[in-house]
């Protein structure tokens, strides 16, 4: 099974940035499109940006113009580049299989994050 770890995160001035890193154990093709997630204190966690393995991606309402997703295959890795970032956007970061929203609160194997935290 393919393990994925986020990187990346820490604390930011609104009207930053930050880019977060989804590093893949082995070939991240395996997994088919890669999601971010995020989820904000007393939230359920919610679907941010979705990057396919040709490369066509989607992106929340809430952070589409600010976000981009993005992919290296030779790193096995997939980014999240963050500019313009509000308080709004402070949540622990998640990357993933892409879930439908159907199951994102129900599905059990979630690394361990990567923290963002926006000041105003």
């Known amino acids: 099974q393919v393990q994925l770890v986020e990187s990346g995160g820490g604390l930011v001035q609104a009207g930053g940035s930050l880019r977060l890193s989804c590093a893949a154990s082995?070939?991240?093709?395996?997994?088919?499109?890669v999601g971010w997630y995020r989820q904000a204190p007393g939230k359920q966690r919610e679907w941010v940006s979705t990057i396919t393995i040709g490369g066509s991606t989607n992106y929340a309402d809430s952070v589409k113009g600010r976000f981009t997703i993005s992919r290296d295959n030779a790193k096995n890795t997939v980014y999240l580049q963050m500019n313009s970032l509000k308080p709004e956007d402070t949540a622990v970061y998640y990357c993933?299989?892409?879930?439908?929203?159907?199951?994102?609160?129900?599905?059990?194997?979630w690394g361990q994050g990567t923290q963002v935290t926006v000041s105003s």
């Open positions: 082995r070939s991240i093709f395996s997994i088919g499109p």
């Open positions: 993933n299989r892409h879930l439908p929203s159907s199951e994102i609160d129900s599905y059990a194997y």
